[in-house]
């Protein structure tokens, strides 16, 4: 199934994605395209996404390479360790679960979404 991904290029985006995240829950991954673990990762992710869970939560993609401010804000601003590929999951203005590189799991993504 297919990820809609929006894409976060502003630093101005992430107050956006943490009010979504006040009305529900909000994934947010940061992505290299010159990264092959990166791109397992998001393989690995969008083969098991579910079509039902895809309508409860707001996804948003960060290039990490081509937007490394806005990557490197959100981490600040998260108070998560920047690291790529990541997966945040936001809900109620916080983070409820973060991971990276082959950790990255659908199963734990959603459970946190759904807590």
């Given at each position: 199934m297919n990820i809609t991904w929006i894409p976060l290029r502003q630093a101005s985006q992430i107050a956006e994605a943490v009010a979504v995240s006040q009305q529900q829950p909000v994934l947010i991954f940061k992505h290299s395209h010159r990264c092959n673990i990166s791109a397992s990762a998001l393989n690995r992710l969008e083969r098991r996404?579910?079509?039902?869970?895809?309508?409860?939560?707001?996804?948003?993609?960060v290039d990490v390479v081509a937007d490394r401010p806005t990557s490197l804000q959100l981490a600040e601003e998260l108070g998560v360790y920047h690291e790529s590929p990541q997966a945040i999951v936001l809900a109620q203005g916080k983070v409820q679960y973060h991971e990276s590189h082959l950790g990255i799991t659908y199963e734990a993504i959603r459970e946190a979404a759904e807590q």
């Open positions: 996404w579910e079509a039902d869970f895809g309508h409860k939560i707001q996804c948003y993609m």
